[in-house]
């Protein structure tokens, strides 16, 4: 069974700069997660979607942040323009249910 | 609100030998689940073990268990016959099992290093 699958693994972008990232979940996990994880920490959540529909978005940055999961299957978190403190790498998540959470290998976005 | 507390900023451990990483909690929450993560270096983070709040026994993976001391808010990961691949960062992370509070709160992590 293929795990979460990220694209890209890397991305190096200027300041003000957009960038998107890109997540397919496990098949059949209706539960989607987009983690933020700084240098040094562990990850914490900016956004879950179940199925098509944002549930929890409380921690997302909406003035430059946004996502989308059209079709309740792959994902797409974009950041519009970036800043210097984004830089970190960006999680995707998927579960079934309650059942446990399995990530994705990341983004590790670096911005200059 | 939860939190979770790991003390241990890097651990050593000798191959074949066991460790404990430790792990504290604190929530409101009557019904939780705890988990442990294992992050590597190429930073995917793996799934290893987890633990309900009502569970009674504690439970166990392979070479991996857990410690779990509900009155002391504890829930340890117990590495037995420690392996070089065991070498990575690992989190310890709860979430509510009530509600629609999924997220998953995570701690800052211990880094193992396993030496021959």
């Known amino acids: 069974e293929a795990g979460v699958v990220q694209s890209p693994r890397y991305k190096i972008i200027e300041k003000k700069q957009p960038v998107a990232f890109w997540c397919n979940p496990i098949s059949g996990h209706n539960t989607l997660y987009w983690y933020l994880q700084n240098l040094g920490q562990g990850p914490e959540l900016l956004i879950r979607?179940?199925?098509?529909?944002?549930?929890?978005d409380s921690q997302l940055p909406k003035d430059r942040f946004s996502a989308e999961r059209l079709k309740g299957v792959d994902s797409t978190l974009k950041i519009q323009p970036a800043e210097l403190g984004d830089s970190a790498v960006y999680l995707c998540?998927?579960?079934?249910?309650?059942?446990?959470?399995?990530f994705g290998p990341g983004t590790r976005l670096t911005v200059l | 609100a939860q939190k979770i507390t790991q003390t241990q900023p890097g651990m050593f451990v000798q191959e074949k030998e066991a460790v404990t990483l430790d792990c504290t909690y604190d929530?409101?929450?009557?019904?939780?689940?705890l988990f442990w993560y294992k992050q590597p270096s190429s930073g995917e983070m793996i799934f290893l073990i987890y633990q309900g709040s009502y569970d009674e026994q504690n439970a166990t993976e392979g070479r991996y268990s857990l410690n779990f001391q509900k009155a002391r808010k504890s829930a340890n990961l117990v590495i037995s016959a420690s392996q070089l691949g065991d070498s990575a960062m690992y989190f310890c992370a709860m979430r509510a099992l009530t509600g629609t509070a999924s997220k998953l709160t995570f701690g800052t992590g211990t880094r193992l290093q396993v030496t021959l």
């Open positions: 998540a998927s579960s079934l249910g309650g059942q446990p959470q399995y």
């Open positions: 979607y179940e199925n098509e529909e944002a549930v929890d």
């Open positions: 929530t409101s929450d009557q019904s939780y689940g």
